[in-house]
């Protein structure tokens, strides 16, 4: 079973960028897709993005796309979220996801970190 440890959360003003990592451990980081969601007070968790074990397919929500770009480094067992342009209502806690498949992690997650807090303010 992988365990997930995501980190690079914090407050920013808006229009502002942040970078999410995720590290991986126990498991073999490049068999898995691996995602991105975010929950927000009050709201169910939601995808962001996701991406292909390899890297070479990626998945976005549309409330981020050309904001958000979602990568890894299979050397270091991470996977990161650039952040750009950040809004308000990109406020949420942000975790990441491991699964067999793109599909599978972009429609259901899989393993879950705790989850790392971003805070837009305005």
């Known amino acids: 079973q992988v365990q997930l440890v995501e980190s690079g959360g914090g407050l920013v003003q808006a229009g502002g960028s942040l970078r999410l990592s995720c590290a991986a451990s126990?498991?073999?980081?490049?068999?898995?897709?691996m995602g991105w969601f975010r929950q927000a007070p009050g709201k169910e968790r939601e995808f962001v993005a996701a991406i292909s074990w390899h890297g070479g397919n990626t998945n976005y929500a549309n409330s981020v796309k050309g904001r958000f770009t979602i990568s890894r480094d299979n050397a270091k067992n991470t996977v990161y979220l650039q952040m750009n342009s950040l809004k308000p209502e990109d406020t949420a806690v942000y975790y990441c996801?491991?699964?067999?498949?793109?599909?599978?992690?972009?429609?259901?997650?899989?393993?879950w970190g705790q989850g790392t807090q971003v805070t837009v303010s305005s």
């Open positions: 996801a491991a699964a067999p498949n793109l599909i599978v992690v972009t429609t259901t997650g899989g393993s």
């Open positions: 126990g498991g073999t980081f490049s068999s898995y897709a």
